[in-house]
């Protein structure tokens, strides 16, 4: 049963970061830098399905954050600082959970 359970959960990363990948370029080498960062930690086992789910979750929003920004064409400092500020949390948030000790394949 348990490896049903991760044949599923690996089938259902899979696809989910690969509808991510097509999305990734819309947002820099940045993202494109943390979307590798997740699916590395997905495929050596340092996150959980509801980790790079979260996470993917995260790296959504900072687009939508993004696309608010230069919705006018241009994109003020301000906007810039907060996205900088989301883009430091996400690989903050993605170190962290890619070190912790609840691994997928421990």
Known sequence: MNLKKLA????VAALT???YVASASAHGDRGDHQE??????????QL?????????????AI???????????????RERRHLDHLRDRASHDIARQTHDRDGAWR
């Open 63 to 77: 687009q939508r954050a993004e696309a608010r920004a230069w919705a006018d064409g241009h994109l003020s400092w």
């Open 17 to 19: 970061l690969g509808g």
């Open 8 to 11: 599923f959960g690996t089938v």
């Open 48 to 60: 959980t399905h509801r980790e790079a789910h979260h996470l993917i979750r995260q790296q959504h």
């Open 36 to 45: 590798r960062r997740i699916r590395h930690g997905v495929a050596t086992g």
